[in-house]
């Protein structure tokens, strides 16, 4: 090892100590409302149980989980602060934390981030929720938009790892198969979403990056009616030939379930699911699977997957900020962060600094026996593009927020089911993003 190397592993040693053990603070009181975004079982599982075990310390403070999904989130909590009871605490993506920022319903979160270390706590930056010399949640874990591919099909067709556009669509196309000679198709090439949801521009957004696009350039003017865009609309429209039937209704949980069934050889996600699902219902699938950037359109373009990451936030309102403020700090120590992660270890990877340089972090069965696919995805979250940052060191909101209205996604699905071509549904999705972009100026 390096002395930079040697360097990192002092310094994170340091802030393991130093913050597993956390402040002496006074017992908190109170009762808070948590809306908490990821509904699966193994997660709410393990928050119910840092729930219990802070409460032994803060006997008084009463914390009442409401797990729920992507797409419910904004409604309940719009609906949740109209009635003039919000949550105390949410815990969610970055694009929903610029929405509730622009609508002046956080509260700033410096005194936490100072509290577990600053920017030297967190991968990437925690620069990326900081606003007007604010930061407006606490970064917890880390994910990047990429492809698991079935490396077994791959090789078995001479095939390499997708790097291109046209990679991936020759890959597809190849590994589209009626593998049983009855006259039907058994294994399509690639899983591909549909539905109209926001998964849907999270994938073009990573396309299109990938090809030097952009929604907004760095003075917040549109710029998505582009040439970038109509080939990115163009290509998908190809792709989208050797995907299953009934992709219309393909949102995140059925690019992992077709994967894992073994209906297609290659999908895409965030976070590993894909793969963690695989591990628990097809261990032949799980250990031929490899993980890939999304391809771009050049050899000589960089890959820039759509990066993301959850936030703790805490909700203008709240009647027991310190609690809430409390409560996660309690939850980000390191070392019941590191369990966290092992409660679930093939679903998402650290963002925290000091996790990653742990040993005990590695010391899991499942991260010692798929750490490649781990190490890649902690790789690819180093490259990965922030919607609301998608112009390098440019704060712009209006991107997640762009995304997270469907616009983009409405675009995709025009020109995929033939409703309209590239550049008829590119300039009309622009149109659009002006008006929204006109509406947010006024806020």
């Known amino acids: 090892m390096g002395k930079k190397g040697i360097g990192w592993m002092m310094v994170a040693v340091m802030i393991f100590s130093l913050l597993a053990a956390g402040p002496a603070l006074s017992a908190q009181k109170g009762k808070i409302h948590l809306l908490f975004m990821e509904p699966w079982p193994l997660n709410v599982k393990y928050a119910e149980s840092v ?16 797990p729920l999904g992507f797409g419910d989130f904004l409604p309940k909590v719009t609906a949740m602060k109209a009635s003039g009871n919000p949550p105390d605490l949410v815990y969610t993506i970055p694009d929903h934390m610029w929405t509730l920022q622009q609508n002046k319903w956080l509260m700033p979160v410096d005194d936490v981030i100072t509290r577990l270390g600053g920017d030297n706590y967190f991968q990437p930056l925690a620069g990326y929720v900081k606003k007007d010399g604010h930061y407006w949640g606490v970064p917890y874990s880390s994910y990047t938009m990429h492809l698991e591919y079935r490396k077994d099909l791959f090789a078995k067709k001479g095939l390499k790892e997708p ?46 990056w990938g090809n030097g696009g952009h929604v907004l350039d760095k003075d917040g003017k549109v710029v998505f009616n582009s040439p970038e865009t109509i080939q990115t609309l163009n290509f998908l429209k190809e792709l989208y030939k050797y995907a299953p039937p009934g992709v219309s209704g393909y949102a995140w949980m059925e690019l992992a379930t077709t994967y894992v069934a073994d209906k297609a050889a290659i999908t895409m996600f965030s976070a590993l699911k894909p793969l963690g699902d695989a591990i628990g219902a097809n261990k032949e699938i799980a250990k031929s699977t490899g993980i890939a950037a999304f391809p771009t359109r050049l050899q000589s373009q960089k890959p820039k997957g759509r990066w993301a990451n959850m936030s703790w936030m805490v909700m203008e309102g709240s009647k027991y900020p310190e609690l809430a403020k409390d409560f996660v700090a309690f939850w980000m120590e390191p070392k019941r962060l590191t369990n966290y992660y092992h409660a679930d270890p093939i679903f998402v990877v650290p963002g925290e600094i000091p996790i990653i340089k742990s040993a005990e972090y590695w010391k899991n069965e499942l991260l010692a026996e798929y750490k490649p696919a781990i190490e890649k995805m902690i790789e690819l979250n180093v490259a990965g593009v922030d919607p609301n940052m998608e112009n390098p060191g440019v704060l712009q909101p209006a991107t997640g927020i762009i995304t997270q209205r469907l616009v983009i996604t409405d675009c995709v699905q025009e020109v995929v089911l033939g409703q309209a071509t590239a550049e008829q549904a590119a300039a009309k999705a ?14």
């Not at 622009?430 to 806020?443: G, N, P, T």
């Open 51 to 66: 729930i219990a075990e802070y409460k032994k310390d803060n006997p008084e403070a009463e914390i009442t989980l409401d």
């Open 430 to 443: 622009h149109k659009k993003m002006e008006e929204i972009m006109v509406e947010l100026k006024k806020k």
């Open 163 to 208: 790097r291109t556009w046209d990679d991936l669509l020759n890959a597809a196309k190849a590994l589209t198969e009626d593998t049983n000679n009855d006259g039907q198709i058994d294994r399509y090439g690639i899983a591909l979403p549909l539905k109209r949801e926001y998964v849907v521009g999270v994938m073009f957004l990573s396309f299109l």
